[in-house]
């Protein structure tokens, strides 16, 4: 539901007109132009409020009626005057739904034989949470989210770094995967072999999953401290890691574990995809085969459009008046360049994410570490919207 606006009106004669200023937010319902005449109209005469940066320039135009085809069609269907404005010379125009776009000088002049200047009105507004500020925010939040999810990453490293690896082509009739120990071990011990889902792959006790029976073999004499298991028919889906564990069958304790990671490399039907995201310069490359089948590299080119060939696009991307995606890259920037600045004006166009996320997060940073002399007060006047 939006609200009315709370508008503010400084007013300054001049010898020939009167030129106000006006603010309003872009939530408001409406705003209103304010224009009165001080002298009795004796015949008809015509009343026009105009933008001399719009092409065409007229916002309203009003004789007997308003003439709705000869308004520039960023108003139609947004602006009204009094249906008694000419007999009680209030010429005061309303303007519905006031955005961005909206911003710029108004003139109100009438015309008989000439066209006499009544007020000259310049109109601000103000957006209450502007729309490149949601998107900083939610970079801010993946930006966030990617530290968070490095951390971890770096934190477990020596976990994942420790896994032993056993890779293979496709088509082989089994593979191995290794666990030797020297550890002397209890007789009569738990082994069990299990995927990364838990599902059981092989096991001297308990059942084995449907997808592995006939598949596994392990051997007999456990006593020596071999556990390796061999996989039959191994395919690409069957790349995962594999967890070795030897329990003591009286208490369930753990004696030993070990963690292989099994790759299956992919047949003819799988491809490579890379993606290169920069703060200037973006692209992408894939492989749809195997170099042996006579597969090669597939580099995306740019700018074919513009007469180029480039490897590499712009990181810029381009959004209607209601924020859905148009254009990335090349054809953002120049679908953007193109247009008037009143179309211009409906349109969200970002570049240089990574500089503007850095500068966001330094400011976060700086308002962090000044919160231990009092609480921080974030509002839209504060460093991080300003700049």
Same mark, same amino acid.
């Given at each position: 539901?939006?609200?009315?606006?709370?508008?503010?009106?400084?007013?300054?004669?001049?010898?020939?007109?009167?030129?106000?200023?006006?603010?309003?937010?872009?939530?408001?319902?409406?705003?209103?132009?304010?224009?009165?005449?001080?002298?009795? *109209?004796?015949? *008809?005469?015509?009343?026009?409020?105009?933008?001399?940066?719009? @092409?065409?320039?007229?916002?309203?135009?009003?004789?007997?009626? $308003?003439?709705?085809?000869?308004?520039?069609?960023?108003?139609?269907?947004?602006?009204?005057?009094?249906?008694?404005?000419?007999?009680?010379?209030?010429?005061? *125009?309303?303007?519905?739904?006031?955005?961005?776009? $909206?911003?710029?000088?108004?003139?109100?002049?009438? &015309?008989?034989?000439?066209?006499? &200047?009544?007020?000259?009105?310049? =109109?601000?507004?103000?957006?209450?949470?502007?729309?490149?500020?949601?998107? =900083?925010?939610?970079?801010?939040?993946?930006?966030?989210?990617?530290?968070?999810?490095?951390?971890?990453?770096?934190?477990?490293?020596?976990?994942?770094?420790?896994?032993?690896? +056993?890779? +293979?082509?496709?088509?082989?009739?089994?593979?191995? *995967?290794?666990? %030797?120990?020297?550890?002397?071990?209890?007789?009569?011990?738990?082994?069990?072999?299990? @995927?990364?889902?838990?599902?059981?792959?092989?096991?001297?006790?308990?059942?084995?999953?449907?997808?592995?029976?006939?598949?596994?073999?392990?051997?007999?004499?456990?006593?020596?401290?071999?556990?390796?298991?061999?996989?039959?028919?191994?395919?690409?889906?069957?790349? $995962?890691?594999?967890?070795?564990?030897?329990?003591?069958?009286?208490? $369930?304790?753990?004696?030993?574990?070990?963690?292989?990671?099994? @790759?299956?490399?992919?047949?003819?039907?799988?491809?490579?995809?890379?993606?290169?995201?920069?703060?200037?310069?973006?692209?992408?490359?894939?492989?749809?085969?195997?170099?042996?089948?006579?597969?090669?590299?597939?580099?995306?080119?740019?700018?074919?459009?513009?007469?180029?060939?480039?490897?590499?696009?712009?990181?810029?991307? =381009?959004?209607?008046?209601?924020?859905?995606?148009?254009?990335?890259?090349?054809?953002?920037?120049?679908?953007?360049?193109?247009?008037?600045?009143?179309?211009?004006? %409906?349109?969200?166009?970002?570049?240089?994410?990574?500089?503007?996320?850095?500068?966001?997060?330094? %400011?976060?940073? &700086? &308002?962090?570490?000044?919160?231990?002399?009092?609480?921080?007060?974030?509002?839209?006047?504060?460093?991080?919207?300003?700049?």
């Amino acid at each position: 539901m939006k609200l009315f606006a709370v508008v503010v009106f400084l007013l300054y004669a001049s010898q020939d007109s009167l030129t106000v200023k006006v603010e309003v937010y872009d939530w408001a319902q409406s705003v209103v132009l304010p224009c009165q005449y001080d002298q009795v *109209l004796e015949e *008809l005469v015509t009343v026009k409020w105009s933008r001399l940066d719009l @092409n065409p320039n007229i916002v309203h135009l009003r004789r007997e009626g $308003d003439d709705e085809l000869a308004q520039n069609q960023l108003f139609r269907g947004r602006t009204s005057m009094r249906p008694d404005a000419l007999d009680s010379r209030d010429f005061s *125009l309303t303007l519905r739904e006031p955005q961005p776009s $909206d911003i710029g000088n108004y003139v109100c002049s009438i &015309i008989d034989e000439e066209e006499e &200047i009544l007020s000259d009105v310049q =109109l601000q507004v103000r957006e209450i949470f502007p729309v490149w500020a949601k998107v =900083l925010l939610v970079l801010l939040v993946l930006l966030v989210l990617l530290a968070v999810s490095g951390g971890l990453l770096f934190h477990f490293r020596h976990y994942f770094m420790s896994v032993y690896k +056993v890779e +293979v082509d496709p088509g082989v009739e089994s593979v191995l *995967l290794p666990f %030797k120990t020297t550890v002397r071990l209890p007789e009569g011990v738990i082994v069990t072999w299990r @995927n990364s889902s838990g599902r059981m792959v092989h096991s001297n006790d308990r059942d084995q999953h449907r997808l592995y029976r006939n598949r596994t073999k392990m051997k007999e004499k456990l006593k020596s401290g071999d556990f390796s298991l061999t996989l039959k028919n191994p395919t690409d889906r069957d790349t $995962d890691i594999y967890t070795c564990t030897v329990y003591k069958r009286s208490s $369930d304790e753990i004696l030993t574990e070990k963690q292989v990671l099994l @790759n299956v490399k992919a047949g003819a039907d799988s491809f490579i995809i890379a993606i290169d995201f920069g703060s200037g310069y973006s692209g992408y490359a894939f492989n749809v085969r195997p170099r042996e089948e006579g597969g090669g590299t597939q580099l995306k080119r740019w700018g074919e459009e513009l007469g180029l060939d480039s490897p590499k696009t712009p990181t810029c991307i =381009l959004f209607d008046e209601d924020e859905e995606f148009l254009k990335f890259g090349y054809e953002a920037k120049t679908a953007y360049n193109k247009m008037r600045r009143e179309e211009a004006w %409906k349109h969200y166009f970002y570049e240089d994410f990574k500089r503007i996320l850095r500068l966001l997060v330094s %400011k976060v940073k &700086i &308002i962090r570490s000044s919160s231990s002399l009092g609480p921080a007060v974030t509002s839209m006047n504060s460093p991080v919207f300003s700049g």
